[in-house]
C-alpha cells in the first residue's frame, strides 16, 4: 500500500508562486498533480513520469512545472504566476504496477487560493 503526503498548498496573491509537494511512501515511478474545486470533478495538471518525462494540462503549460528528487521519493509542482482560477484542492496521484496490474492512488489533497 502506497501513501501519499502533500503539502505546501496555501494563500498567495495573483502572479505569486507556490511549491507543492508530494512524498511518497516508495516508490512510484508516474506520479501525477490533479486538482478540484467544488462541484467539479478532478482534472489533471501535470504528470512525470521517471526523472524527465513529463506531461502538463494545457491551462499550465509555461506557468507550472512538475519535478522529482528520487531519493526521498517526493515529486514537486512549483507554480508560477498563479491565476485566481488555480484555485482548487490540488491532489498527488501515483500509479503502480506490479506484474502487470495497476493501482492508483491519492493523497489527502492541499489547498492553494489565489486572491486578486
Known amino acids: 500500500q502506497l501513501r501519499l503526503v502533500e503539502s505546501g498548498g496555501g494563500t498567495v496573491e495573483v502572479g505569486g508562486s507556490l511549491t507543492l509537494s508530494c512524498t511518497a511512501s516508495?516508490?512510484?515511478?508516474?506520479t501525477n498533480w490533479y486538482r478540484q474545486t467544488p462541484g467539479n470533478e478532478r482534472d489533471f495538471v501535470a504528470g512525470i513520469i521517471g526523472n524527465s518525462g513529463t506531461n502538463y494540462a494545457d491551462s499550465v503549460k509555461g506557468r507550472f512545472s512538475i519535478s522529482r528528487d528520487g531519493p526521498t521519493n517526493t515529486v514537486y509542482l512549483q507554480m508560477n504566476n498563479l491565476k485566481p482560477e488555480d484555485s482548487a484542492t490540488y491532489y498527488c496521484?501515483?500509479?503502480?504496477?506490479?506484474?502487470?496490474?495497476?493501482?492508483?492512488?491519492w493523497g489527502q489533497g492541499t489547498h492553494v487560493t489565489v486572491s486578486s
Open positions: 516508495g516508490r512510484a515511478p508516474a
Open positions: 496521484n501515483a500509479v503502480t504496477s506490479t506484474a502487470g496490474r495497476y493501482k492508483t492512488y
